[in-house]
């Protein structure tokens, strides 16, 4: 039974920085393709940053990149959102994701390809 945890979130100013983990059970973060989404109030949930198994590549939501860096410690099997420059429309609860499903086509950062998701953790950002 596959079990995400998070934990990171918090409140910032407008430009603050927060780092966001993801720990796991059941599940090896380097043999997977791991992902981090965020849903704020009254919207759908948004993919925001995916990085593929076995391999450091990564995907970005166009808003984030540059400011959120996704990466992994194999050693630790923890997955993590480096988030700089935090603006008030980031704030949302924030979700990692796991059970990947592979189509024929469309985006990474479609939440329908991803089954296994955690509890959340909130991000405020106050301007």
């Known amino acids: 039974h596959v079990q995400l945890v998070e934990s990171g979130g918090g409140s910032v100013q407008d430009g603050g920085s927060l780092t966001l983990s993801c720990a796991p059970s059941?599940?090896?973060?380097?043999?997977?393709?791991m992902a981090w989404f965020r849903q704020a109030p009254g919207q759908q949930r948004e993919g925001v940053a995916v990085i593929y198994k076995g391999t450091t590549t990564a995907s970005y939501e166009t808003s984030v990149k540059g400011r959120f860096t996704i990466s992994r410690d194999s050693a630790k099997n923890e997955l993590y959102l480096q988030m700089n420059n935090l603006k008030p429309w980031d704030a949302a609860v924030y979700y990692c994701?796991?059970?990947?499903?592979?189509?024929?086509?469309?985006?990474?950062?479609?939440?329908?390809?991803?089954?296994?998701w955690g509890q959340g953790t909130q991000v405020t950002v106050s301007s």
């Open positions: 059941g599940l090896d973060v380097s043999a997977n393709n």
């Open positions: 994701a796991a059970g990947f499903r592979y189509t024929a086509s469309g985006s990474a950062l479609d939440a329908r390809r991803w089954n296994i």
